[in-house]
C-alpha cells in the first residue's frame, strides 16, 4: 500500500507539539471503544491499576540467582520453560510466592546465561503457587521483550488494534529492577489466558495459540497430533473445534472454500486483522516467522476470531538492530528488498515443517546436510536471520485468492486509513505515549531516544 508522505509530516508535527505541551495530552491512552463489526469488547484501564498506562509503573522482582541460573539452564539444554518463585511488588503492593518464567521464542535465541533478568521477558503469574492471588484482578502479566528501547512501536500498535475494534492486549509501561538492581525501562502487557478472555469477549469460548514453530495443517482427527502446534489457553480441553477449522481450511475446494468460510471465521474480523497488521507494518504476523496469533472459538456462534499477538516488531523494527531482552536497539533495516507488509515468498514445495525445530540458514543445527536440504529449498531465499516459517499460513493464502474475501481486506485497509491515519487518531496514540515517556521516565531513557523511537514510528505512517 503506498504511503503519503504527508502523512509522516503530520505526526512528526503531532509528536513535536506533545513534547511541547506534554500535559495537555494526558489521558489519552486507554481510551477505547468498541467496535460492533467484531465480538471484542473494549475495555478501559482502572485508574490506579497496573494497566492504567497514563503513568509508569514501578515493578520490583526478588527471586534467587541460582533460581534464575537454572532455570536458564533447563532452557539451554532441553527448551522447556521452567517455573521460579519469587517476590513481586507492584507499585508498593507486595506478593509473595509469585510463579516467573521465561516467555517468548526468537526473543530467547540469544539468552545468555549472564543475562541481565531485568533484560529477561517474563510471564508473571500471581497465583501460580497461591490460589485466587492477584493484583486488582489481575493474576497474570507479560514482561515484553524490548526491540526498541522504549518500546512505544509495540504499545501503539497495541492500541491501535484495539482502536480498530478487534481484541488486544492492554500495556502499559514500567520501571522493572530484578533484585535491587539497575532499573529498565519495559512493557507489560496482559496475558492472553482465561482471564483476559474473560474480559475481552462477549461469550464463552475456547481460545488457542499458535506455537512459533507450528503450521495450520490438517493433521487428521487425533488432538494427539496438534499438541506441538497448538496449545489450548481457555476454556475446557477440546481440540475438536480447531481440528474441524483446519480440515475445512485445508481441504475444501475453491467454491466451498468461498461460499463456507464465514460460517467458520469471522472474515470481517479477519479482514480488519490483515489490514491493521499492514498498516502497523508488522511482518510477524499469523504467517511471519513468529506464526503469532492465537484463535478465539465463540461456543455460540461457533466462529472462530484470529487475535494478534507480538507486535514488538512493529512499524518495520527488526530484531537484526536490536537483539533480545531489554536491549537498546531502534529500529534498523529489513534484509534488502523486503517489504515487511510482502515478505519474500518461500521456494516452490517448500514447506517450514520439513526444517529441523529451531533451523537457522546462518548457523544450522548439528546433523543438518546443507548438501540434502529438503526438497525446493534454499536458505539463501530466507531472510537474514533465519526467519523460519514466515510466508506460509493456509488461511491467509486462501483469503487473498479469493476474489470476494480479498475484497473485505482491501475494503479494510481503506476503512482503516480513514479511522486511524487519515483521522489523526494514530498521532494522538503515539503522542499520549511520548508524552507518559516524557514525564515519568526520564532518568530510565533520555528524550533524544524517545524522539528517536517515537520518530521511526511516525515515519513509517
Sequence with gaps: MTRRA????????ALVAALALAPAACGVVGGKGT???TEAVGHDPVQGSLFDSSVVHTLDVQVDEAD????ISEYETSGEKTWIPGTVTIDGTELSDVGLRLKGNSSLSTLDAD???????????????????SYRDITSFVVRSNITTTAVNEAVALELIELAGLASQQATSVRLTVNDGTARLRLVIENPDEDWASSVFDSPGLLYKSEARGDWSYRGDDPASYTDVFDQQAGEDDLTPLIELLDFVNNADDATFAAELADRVDVEAFARYLAVQELVGNFDTISGPGNNSYLWYDAETEVFT????????SFGI?????????????GGSLPDGMDPGNPPAMPEGFDPGDLPEGFDPDNP????????????FDPGDLPAGGMGGMGSNILEERFRATPELAALYDEAVADLTAELIDSGAAAEVLATWVTVLTEHAGDLVDTATIEQDAAAVAAYL
Design 6 to 13: 504527508g502523512r509522516t509530516r503530520q505526526l512528526i508535527t
Design 365 to 376: 543445527p548439528e546433523g543438518f546436510d546443507p548438501d540434502n536440504p529438503p526438497e525446493g
Design 306 to 313: 484470529v487475535v494478534s499477538w507480538d507486535q514488538n516488531l
Design 68 to 71: 534464575v541460573a537454572a532455570m
Design 35 to 37: 467496535d460492533p463489526q
Design 115 to 133: 543475562a541481565d533478568p531485568a533484560t529477561l521477558p517474563w510471564l508473571v503469574r500471581l497465583d501460580k503457587y497461591v490460589d485466587g492471588q
Design 318 to 330: 527488526t530484531p537484526m538492530a536490536g537483539g533480545m531482552g531489554g536491549g537498546p536497539g531502534v
